[in-house]
T-cell receptor, first 113, second 114 residues
């Protein structure tokens, strides 16, 4: 399957600062890139997604950018709050597997007050 | 999401035993997926199904089996051939089409070996 690499694996920021998580993918046919937030022991929750015909999307404090040429996409969280602390996963759609998702290994974000 | 129900929440497997994890959705989604999550490894695809009575192996299908007899249901059986079954299992569904539809997850089943 396609390889999705995610960095950093851990990220610690102070409340109010911004957090950026970056992902790269290998399959140029991928056309859908969601981001999920997962709290301990719970299911992943979709927080934002972007399709390949769009370069940037924003939803309140969260934004995602996509560079198809470079095959990378990023999650930006501004004005971070302690409740943003969780593990964040990026993913890319797979044409070869019924549009299943290839996930990055996750970024553990800690926002300290 | 409230539309995808996984059961049980916790499951224990004895040596040599097969166990079945349930996944039911009422979202009228054609596509359903099973993922396995291990610590530090993200989610990996076990099986997927695009329509009733059809399913395909994912990246780590060995030791697992599925069925799709109804659109709403996609149960996963962890067989005794799966030597390291301890993990968090997540079922997801989505609208089938152009590959750009969100996947919605159930609450997961945590499987452990007794």
């Amino acid at each position: 399957g396609e390889n999705v690499e995610q960095h950093p694996s851990t990220l610690s920021v102070q409340e109010g600062d911004s957090a950026v998580i970056k992902c790269t993918y290998s399959d140029s046919a991928s056309n859908y890139f969601p981001w999920y937030k997962q709290e301990l022991g719970k299911r992943p929750q979709l927080i934002i997604d972007i399709r390949s015909n769009v370069g940037e999307k924003k939803d309140q404090r969260i934004a995602v950018t996509l560079n198809k040429t470079a095959k990378h996409f990023s999650l930006h969280i501004t004005e971070t709050q302690p409740e943003d602390s969780a593990v964040y996963f990026c993913a890319a759609s797979r044409v070869d597997s019924g549009y299943a998702l290839n996930f990055g290994k996750g970024t553990s974000l800690l926002v300290t007050p | 999401d409230g539309g995808i129900t996984q059961s049980p929440k916790y499951l224990f497997r004895k040596e040599g035993q097969n166990v079945t994890l349930s996944c039911e959705q009422n979202l009228n989604h054609d596509a359903m997926y099973w993922y396995r999550q291990d610590p530090g490894q993200g989610l990996r695809l076990i099986y997927y199904s695009q329509i009733v009575n059809d399913f395909q192996k994912g990246d780590i299908a060995e030791g697992y089996s599925v069925s799709r007899e109804k659109k709403e249901s996609f149960p996963l059986t962890v067989t005794s051939a799966q030597k390291n079954p301890t993990a968090f299992y997540l079922c997801a569904s989505s609208i089938w089409g152009t590959g750009d539809q969100p996947q919605h997850f159930g609450d997961g089943t945590r499987l452990s070996i007794l």
